[in-house]
């Protein structure tokens, strides 16, 4: 059963014409995050929401933003894609038992793989 | 940056053991070691992970040396299907997001 549900799987978009990536889970945890992997690279982390705690990384472009209206959707927005935007992008969840607790696992999603044209 | 140093690349006969160094040197008291896959075209999965004790699953098993510079994972029979990019990654406890390194290439060769 899916757990951490990612669509479409494939978006194709114009040069600066916005796109919005949804993501969604059904693990019921209060954590979740957005990487970007561009091709041949390891994912890097955009941000993330600690339950409605939003974290952005510092060198995340303010192109990029997310919303999560609730626990299990969170969106990725992409105000004006340019060609270097072009990539896959991971969600992933993870539930931490409290603050500062044993590390936890990450479940990822599928993830998008987004063309700029 | 990441904290751990991989091999680029590695391959392995199926049916063997595939064993995937990782060092770091530079790893704090409470920080654990973890590991995770990725398929061609799909999501990082999880392996499995530990904190100075040598751990096992369905999966793998981890070793990890006394003074906790560096570990290894162990797939005990390899199979094609295990052909990855493995990344190792060292976390804090609690919600920190995970920094991935560059991985293994591991390939799995009939």
């Known amino acids: 059963d899916a757990m951490v549900i990612q669509n479409p799987r494939y978006q194709v978009t114009q040069f600066g014409k916005p796109v919005t990536l949804s993501c969604s889970q059904t693990?019921?945890?209060?954590?979740m995050y957005w990487y970007q992997q561009k091709s041949s690279q390891a994912p890097k982390l955009l941000f993330h929401y600690y339950d409605k705690d939003f974290n952005n990384e510092a060198d995340t472009p303010d192109n990029f933003q997310s919303r999560r209206p609730n626990t299990s959707f969170c969106f990725l927005d992409i105000r004006s894609p340019g060609l270097g935007d072009a990539a896959m992008y991971l969600c992933?969840?993870?539930?931490?038992?409290?603050?500062?607790?044993?590390?936890?696992?990450?479940?990822f999603g599928p993830g998008t793989r987004l063309l700029v044209l | 940056d990441a904290k751990t140093t991989q091999p680029p690349s590695m391959d392995c006969a199926e049916g063997r053991a595939a064993n995937l160094p990782c060092n770091h040197s530079?790893?704090?008291?409470?920080?654990?070691v973890y590991w995770y896959r990725q398929i061609h075209s799909q999501g990082p999965q999880y392996i499995i992970h530990g904190l100075k004790n040598n751990e096992t699953n369905e999966m793998a098993s981890l070793i990890i040396t006394e003074d906790r510079k560096s570990s290894t994972l162990i797939l005990p029979h390899a199979t094609l299907r295990d052909t990855a990019v493995y990344y190792c990654i060292v976390t804090v406890p609690g919600n920190t997001p995970l920094v991935f390194g560059k991985g293994t290439r591991l390939s799995v060769i009939a």
């Open positions: 693990l019921n945890h209060n954590v």
């Open positions: 530079t790893i704090s008291g409470n920080e654990y």
């Open positions: 992933a969840t993870s539930r931490p038992r409290d603050r500062g607790s044993k590390a936890e696992t990450q479940y």
